[in-house]
């Protein structure tokens, strides 16, 4: 499982033209998208989340649990692109639909047990992200 986090000041995932999910915290909050490949696990989701919620990365100090930052979860199955051969990415590493879907929504709820105002995509969809980048700050965490 890899989670590509930025720190962001708004963001937004758009389905359809509708917003589906929506962050606009008063300080800064976080997006995270999130990708699954084979052998993931549910304890996996739930460790990246608590790393994820204690990471001091709002600045030295603070963390997202320190603040209540909100955080905009979104698949993002292109985390595991292998660009290694051709012009064409091979997706191979990405877990399919029906493992990652579950695991996504478990990294989504693993947050909000610890205490974050957690927002969604709609995993599947095509979806339009908008986002303001603060800093500008992206960080990958894996395990």
Do not use: C
């Not at 720190?7 to 915290?25: C, F, H, L, M, N």
């Not at 595991?80 to 399919?96: E, F, H, I, L």
């Amino acid at each position: 499982m890899r989670v590509l986090v930025q720190r962001v000041s708004s963001a937004q995932v758009r389905v359809d033209g509708k917003v589906v999910g929506s962050i606009e915290p008063a300080g800064q909050g976080l997006l995270a998208l999130v990708g699954v490949t084979h052998g993931d696990e549910p304890v996996t989701a739930q460790r990246l989340a608590e790393k994820l919620w204690q990471l001091r990365i709002l600045d030295e100090q603070r963390s997202a649990a320190d603040v209540g930052a909100p955080i905009l979860v979104v698949s993002q199955f292109t985390l595991y692109a292998d660009t290694a051969k051709g012009r064409r990415p091979s997706w191979n590493a990405a877990a399919p639909g029906a493992v990652a879907e579950p695991l996504v929504a478990a990294f989504a709820e693993a947050l909000r047990s610890l205490g974050a105002h957690v927002e969604t995509g709609e995993f599947g969809a095509h979806m339009a992200v908008e986002l303001v980048n603060d800093g500008p700050v992206t960080v990958l965490l894996e395990l």
